[in-house]
């Protein structure tokens, strides 16, 4: 049970019968529509990827059929010799094992009242990976889900991120901070994105011969973007958790980020040209009421060789309902994800093939991300949050705050290791 347990990310527990009995119509429900298991790759008339999923959690046709029978017939309880172990009821779950090392800031942090959206850096002393080491699995573990926006762990091989960081390990970080030296500083961040998290994600477990590679010498520091809105500030302890390879990978995980674009480049790639636009002006902008809305990016890959598509993370804001994901090459369109986006739901989808035999990004390819929006009340998870902060739908334009918007993918790359 990964979800459904006391203190986990489920709204209620099932680890008995009793409370599976109590919730059997809204099992019924919530499974009938597909909200449950939360899985928002699917294939459709406009998009059939080219492989299988890793770890697809859809529940099959009968699957749902059986438990409507089970709730219609009065939900009747089964044989308690075929339970299923009690380790699978385990507030571990959605952790890694006791053989990870778990690291996490030196003390709690507790948001600023006067900001609604804050970004926080934790700067980690972890001896095991000084030398240089091989990531095989990581996670991100909220302490406070209720403010935990999203949280992005990168490294910084230069160490000039660790300079900032006051007693407690951690400093401001507001966006477009990290990518740059700042005055009276001598040496510019070097940092490499290997994991973002957000709600609703789940370790990530690299198959055997595929690692993410930690330079020597470089600090992990640790992003989080605390987003208070209406809630009552409490103290947040987010930590990391991985595991480290026990052999060197043949293949090594890099992150290519596409979207995010505010305007149109000159090669045709960036923001492209939408319906809503403004007396010609190409712009990011999801005017309020529009029930249905979309914004395009195009990039194309530069990389001087071909290499495997691994996975793919999207990610929106909380009026996003859809991201798809489309590669084009000689006049040909390929779709690689298409996502019922849900913002307590992410996660980044992995194919379910060797390495040699993923999809390839080859040098030219374009790589275009649709992403639509509701920007009504009828969008739930917008509604709520408009609802504790007083507010009523509103113009929506791109930015990192939780009321403004994005449309980006995170591409998961292998290279092979460097012999």
């Not at 980020?257 to 319906?275: A, H």
């Amino acid at each position: 049970m990964k979800c459904h347990h006391e203190g986990g990310i489920g709204p209620f527990a099932l680890t008995d019968y009793e409370q599976a009995r109590a919730m059997a119509p809204v099992i019924t429900v919530e499974t009938g529509a597909r909200r449950m298991p939360p899985w928002g790759a699917h294939d459709t008339h406009e998009c059939v990827p080219p492989l299988p999923w890793r770890e697809d959690e859809r529940m099959s046709d009968e699957e749902i059929m059986t438990l409507r029978r089970w709730d219609l017939g009065g939900a009747p309880e089964g044989d308690s010799k075929d339970s299923p172990p009690a380790d699978l009821v385990s507030t571990q779950s959605l952790e890694l094992d006791a053989t990870a090392i778990d690291i996490a800031p030196r003390a709690a942090y507790l948001p600023t009242s006067s900001s609604l959206d804050e970004f926080r850096c934790f700067v980690f002393d972890a001896p095991e990976i000084e030398s240089g080491a091989h990531i095989s699995a990581i996670h991100v573990v909220p302490g406070n889900r209720r403010i935990v926006h999203h949280v992005t762990v990168f490294t910084d091989r230069s160490g000039a991120l660790a300079k900032r960081a006051g007693p407690d390990g951690s400093f401001d970080c507001p966006p477009g901070s990290l990518d740059r030296a700042l005055p009276g500083e001598e040496v510019a961040p070097q940092n490499a994105t290997i994991l973002a998290w957000a709600p609703g994600g789940k370790p990530l477990r690299l198959p055997d011969g595929v690692a993410i590679e930690i330079a020597p010498k470089s600090k992990i520091v640790m992003e989080v973007h605390y987003s208070t809105g209406a809630r009552s500030i409490e103290p947040d302890l987010t930590r990391l958790q991985f595991s480290l390879a026990a052999t060197k990978p043949k293949y090594l995980v890099g992150v290519w980020g596409v979207g995010n674009f505010g305007s149109p480049l000159e090669n045709g790639d960036g923001l492209q040209p939408g319906e809503n636009d403004r007396d010609g002006v190409v712009e990011f902008r999801i005017p309020a009421q529009a029930e249905s809305h979309a914004e395009t990016m195009v990039a194309t890959f530069t990389h001087g060789g071909a290499l495997p598509l691994f996975g793919l993370r999207p990610h929106a804001h909380l009026a996003g309902v859809e991201i798809k994901v489309d590669v084009l090459r000689n006049g040909a369109t390929q779709c690689m994800l298409q996502d019922s986006w849900d913002f307590h739901w992410q996660r980044i989808y992995t194919y379910e093939a060797a390495p040699e035999h993923l999809p390839m990004l080859y040098p030219g390819d374009r790589v275009r991300i649709r992403c639509s929006y509701n920007n009504t009340m009828m969008n739930r998870r917008l509604a709520q949050e408009l609802r504790e902060r007083g507010l009523r739908p509103m113009d929506i334009f791109g930015g990192p705050d939780t009321l403004s918007e994005m449309c980006l993918a995170d591409l998961l790359l292998l290279v092979k290791t460097p012999e």
